[in-house]
């Protein structure tokens, strides 16, 4: 198993620019997450899914578009960069299981990708 | 709106020294999560704790959950170098069921000194 996989690993973008930051995982996860890391501010979720043809707004989902046609990808676009976008992007997996204690949830992180907005 | 508060933010400790990390949040949720990112690295999972007096221990590091004071607390013991590293919790958002929606906390930037 690759586990959750993200390209481009960095990536430098003008303002106004549009990109997709590509995620994929192998595991057969319901749940998918994206999250920005800034520095100071520790992770925010920007949008989820919770399978495929299913997603909804995070924290702080303003700029950002997604959508999961299939359960392995979760791509995040991102429609007309700005500097204020400049930061460190997750995407993360996850399944629900039950046991005799309740509902346990893993989360699977990617390596994560470094964007520049200039 | 949940909102959740760690701290210190950072911490210097001696090696050999004890230490917790405090997490807050501010409403009801089924699970809190801590975790460990090294820097320039993505986040490993640490501990998952789904109920009210749940403890659990991996080597130096022990977590605790409080649902009644919505605390967690995370204790290292006798503190290494290797332990050096920015320590999130997270608690997921909504009640009764799965959502897997985590709201993090600032995070804890721990440095162990010789």
């Known amino acids: 198993n690759a586990g959750v996989t993200q390209t481009p690993k960095f990536q430098v973008l003008k303002t106004g620019q549009s990109m997709t930051l590509q995620c994929a995982q192998d595991?057969?996860?319901?749940?998918m997450s994206w999250y920005r890391q800034d520095p100071g501010m520790g992770l925010r979720l920007i949008h989820y899914?919770?399978?495929?043809?299913?997603?909804d707004q995070g924290e702080v989902p303003n700029g950002y578009n997604v959508s999961r046609s299939t359960t392995e990808d979760f791509p995040l676009r991102l429609l007309s960069a700005a500097p204020s976008q400049t930061s460190v992007y997750f995407c993360?997996?996850?399944?629900?299981?039950?046991?005799?204690?309740?509902?346990?949830?893993?989360?699977?992180f990617g390596p994560g990708t470094r964007l520049l907005v200039l | 709106e949940l909102k959740v508060e760690q701290n210190p933010l950072f911490l210097s400790m001696q090696e050999g020294k004890n230490y917790t990390i405090y997490c807050n949040y501010s409403?009801?949720?089924?699970?809190l999560y801590w975790y460990r990112q090294d820097p320039g690295k993505s986040l490993e999972s640490l501990f998952v704790?789904?109920?009210?007096?749940a403890v659990k221990q991996e080597g130096r590091l022990m977590a605790s959950l409080d649902t009644k004071a919505r605390l967690s607390t995370l204790h290292i013991t006798a503190a290494v170098h290797d332990l050096s590293a920015t320590y999130f919790c997270?608690?997921?958002?909504?009640?009764?069921?799965?959502?897997?929606?985590?709201?993090f906390g600032t995070g804890t930037l721990l440095a162990v000194q010789p």
């Open positions: 993360a997996s996850s399944y629900s299981y039950f046991s005799g204690t309740g509902v346990w949830e893993t989360q699977y």
């Open positions: 595991m057969n996860h319901e749940y």
């Open positions: 899914s919770v399978g495929a043809g299913i997603t």
């Open positions: 409403t009801t949720s089924d699970r």
């Open positions: 704790l789904l109920s009210n007096g």
């Open positions: 997270a608690v997921e958002a909504g009640y009764g069921g799965a959502t897997n929606k985590l709201i």
